[in-house]
């Protein structure tokens, strides 16, 4: 379970948000929704301490991150799979060695266990035999999921989405989606994904947090905001293209 308890945060003058506190349970994927600027992927960098707070805390198994020494820290984001927005893949080498990444820093397997696990990270993300391709041959949604498959290559306990469809075509869109709710399931994966899509967080989420005026403007499940009254909350879902009915 994550636990985020009265987090605030302000880069110099500007807060970004305050007093910040929910739960996340194990197995769950949360969607973490807001206007542009609302501090979103800033609350995503404290999950793993990428970011420290002003104040409060994020507690993991009951550990606080922001407590951990520099070895206990690497450890810990060892839990962790991100999926970057714009897939932050490596242009110098290929497909494989980018998936193949982790394996290479991280552990001791021979090569040929990295090559068996990389071919059934390729395969779980629909692209077999991308293996070879240099990543300037690969389509704004074939990075999204190669840098997928490299987020769970290490098979973590949580992962991180920052904007998954951002940039990609209505049919791309769905085929990410239906990834993200296939690597939940397989790996039994904590999910926690930063999006715009509302079509996305009806599609991928159990439960939706919502920033808005420097706070957590309301928190809850899918059901819950379908049938919300909360003024924002009504007033940014329905300006989706996408209209959240009950």
Request: aromatic letters at 8%.
């Amino acid at each position: 379970m994550i636990e985020i308890n009265n987090l605030t945060k302000s880069f110099g003058k500007n807060l970004i948000w305050k007093d910040v506190s929910f739960q996340i349970e194990d197995g769950e994927t949360l969607a973490v929704i807001g206007k542009s600027g609302c501090g979103k992927s800033v609350l995503l960098k404290h999950l793993n301490a990428l970011l420290y707070p002003d104040s409060g805390e994020v507690v993991i198994d009951g550990q606080c991150v922001f407590d951990l020494n520099y070895s206990e820290l690497r450890l810990m984001r060892q839990r962790f799979g991100i999926l970057f927005q714009g897939g932050a893949l490596f242009d110098s080498i290929n497909t494989f060695e980018n998936i193949a990444f982790p394996l290479r820093y991280f552990t001791n397997k021979t090569e040929g266990e990295i090559k068996k696990d990389v071919e059934e990270a390729l395969e779980m993300v629909n692209l077999k035999e991308a293996g070879n391709k240099a990543t300037s041959e690969l389509s704004g949604g074939m990075r999204k999921r190669v840098g997928l498959a490299r987020a769970i290559i290490l098979k973590p306990d949580y992962l991180l989405y920052d904007e998954p469809t951002s940039g990609l075509d209505p049919q791309t869109s769905e085929e990410i989606n239906e990834l993200i709710v296939n690597m939940a399931d397989s790996f039994d994966l904590t999910s926690i994904v930063i999006t715009h899509d509302m079509h996305s967080v009806l599609s991928i989420a159990e439960k939706v947090a919502f920033l808005d005026s420097q706070k957590l403007s309301w928190f809850g499940s899918i059901d819950e905001m379908k049938k919300s009254e909360h003024p924002p909350l009504v007033e940014f879902t329905t300006a989706s293209e996408y209209k959240i009915k009950a």
